[in-house]
């Protein structure tokens, strides 16, 4: 069977950033080791005031197109995943196609174009249709452009202010594709849940703690759905593990949870049972609550553990690279953190062409998703071509007053008296540059 899969990847981050530790932490009367240890963020990507989701994603996806030479007759499928929509009928998909449009000389007439919600899984949802379409064979050989692009903006005031972030992944979904191959097996946890959500509004209304949990859960269900239909799996078996990333320490959580699920009945509990004991089994105890405290009592040691920690500092922390640098880009997080662990490969000149990775997707209200992607033999050329680095390090420093400014500019239903100028300068990209005659946005692409 031809493999199908992601055969490019392009990032685009919002060009401003809040420094959370030197900027946000003093206005707020924190310890800035609250965001960098406890959360493990340093700066969030906000967009400029000419940039919004569509010219996120409409600049990753021409970098893109451009890279590998592309036009759009190649294309015949555009989604786009998002939760900052701005229209409920017309969706952000024909936006962006038509700024491409505008640029390149043939168009997107016979691309079937959608967009997909379902908070920050969404991403991986369209991934998933581009490569359902693909494996039913109607594609007529073209690829599919998935576009996830989001400003993760909360309330000013909220507990998830420090989390917020903005920017798009665009991904090039094709049959053997050149950076990875995904898995028929997925697994997946759902449940109707009221943790994150936002009825006609554009900042979420969030119950944070109660979020965490939800989020867990799902994982864990996701993961023993997943094991339902791969068999059991073990460490050994991938080479990273990119989570849905809200805050790194978000991540920490789970994946303490993942391995203790993982190891359970393997060679890895023995071999730890000497140092912390065994397990806690649900039928050594009188009830729930004495089970459940005994757990809590395994994972505080477990994660103490230099098994834990080896494993840890090699599949996981390597995935939130640029999570700390970004915050949370919801659609596009699980997307960042797979380039982050991809990125860390090529540091170490990881010969890896055909190692796993254990991709673990989640969205709010709620929903997890888990698969496995298999390293393909063009990874190193893919993910040397990303100019991300490039991208943060030429954002613009926001001070407290700009940003309370940047916030309002991005504030749909506010009414600005006053016009906040740009902070960088338009470079070769497309802009936002006003309201149409039907209160559509409009675009154009500047030099
Ligand atoms: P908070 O209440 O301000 O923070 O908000 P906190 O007091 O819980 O502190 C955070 C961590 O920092 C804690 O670590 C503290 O101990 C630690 P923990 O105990 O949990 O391991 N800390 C320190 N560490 C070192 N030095 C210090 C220090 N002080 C504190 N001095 C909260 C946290 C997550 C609730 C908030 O940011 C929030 O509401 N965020 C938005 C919701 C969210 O991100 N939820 C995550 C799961 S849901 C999800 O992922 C979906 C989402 O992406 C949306 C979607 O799907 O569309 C959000």
Not at 315 to 323: C, F, I, N, Q
Not at 435 to 445: A, F, H, I, P, S
Request: charged share 30%.
């Amino acid at each position: 069977m031809t493999a199908v899969g992601i055969d490019a990847i392009e990032i685009r981050s919002g060009k401003l950033k809040l420094d959370l530790p030197g900027t946000f932490a003093p206005q707020k009367g924190d310890d800035p080791e609250k965001y960098t240890k406890g959360l493990g963020l340093t700066n969030s990507s906000f967009p400029d005031v000419y940039e919004d989701i569509v010219t996120m994603g409409a600049n990753a996806a021409k970098r893109l197109m451009d890279r590998k030479g592309l036009t759009p007759d190649d294309v015949g499928r555009i989604d786009v995943a998002t939760e900052s929509a701005f229209d409920h009928s017309k969706p952000v998909s024909t936006y962006i196609a038509g700024c491409l449009e505008g640029v390149y000389d043939d168009d997107f007439t016979h691309a079937n174009k959608g967009e997909r919600k379902f908070a920050c899984v969404a991403g991986t949802q369209a991934v998933d249709d581009a490569y359902n379409w693909i494996r039913a064979g109607r594609n007529r050989g073209r690829s599919a452009l998935v576009i996830a692009t989001d400003t993760a903006l909360y309330a000013r005031g909220d507990p998830g202010e420090a989390t917020q972030g903005a920017g798009a992944v665009a991904m090039l979904i094709d049959a053997d594709p050149d950076l990875v191959e995904l898995s028929i097996h997925q697994g997946y946890g759902s449940k109707d849940e009221t943790d994150f959500l936002k009825p006609n509004q554009q900042f979420p209304s969030v119950d944070g703690k109660r979020s965490m949990q939800v989020y867990l859960s799902r994982m864990r269900e996701a993961l023993e759905d997943y094991e339902s239909v791969s068999g059991k799996i073990y460490l050994d078996d991938f080479a990273y593990a990119p989570f849905h990333t809200p805050f790194p320490g978000m991540v920490r959580k789970a994946a303490l949870l993942a391995y203790r699920h993982v190891i359970r009945d393997t060679t890895h509990e023995d071999e730890l049972a000497g140092e912390i004991g065994r397990q806690p089994r649900e039928d050594e105890y009188a009830d729930r609550e004495a089970y459940e405290e005994a757990i809590r009592g395994y994972m505080d040691e477990l994660k103490t553990t230099d098994q834990y920690r080896t494993w840890y500092d090699d599949a996981v922390e390597p995935t939130l690279g640029l999570a700390r640098e970004v915050g949370n880009w919801y659609t596009g997080s699980v997307h960042i953190a797979r380039v982050s662990a991809l990125r860390n490969a090529l540091e170490r000149d990881r010969e890896f062409v055909g190692d796993t990775l254990l991709v673990a997707s989640y969205g709010s209200g709620a929903q997890a998703e888990i698969h496995a992607e298999t390293v393909r033999e063009g990874w190193r050329e893919e993910i040397g071509a990303l100019d991300v680095d490039e991208q943060l390090a030429a954002r613009y420093d926001l001070s407290w007053d700009e940003y309370e400014d940047v916030h309002d500019v991005h504030e749909y239903d506010k009414d600005l008296d006053r016009e906040v100028e740009a902070f960088t300068p338009p470079d070769s990209e497309f802009v936002f540059t006003g309201w149409g005659r039907m209160n559509e946005r409009q675009y154009e692409y500047v030099e």
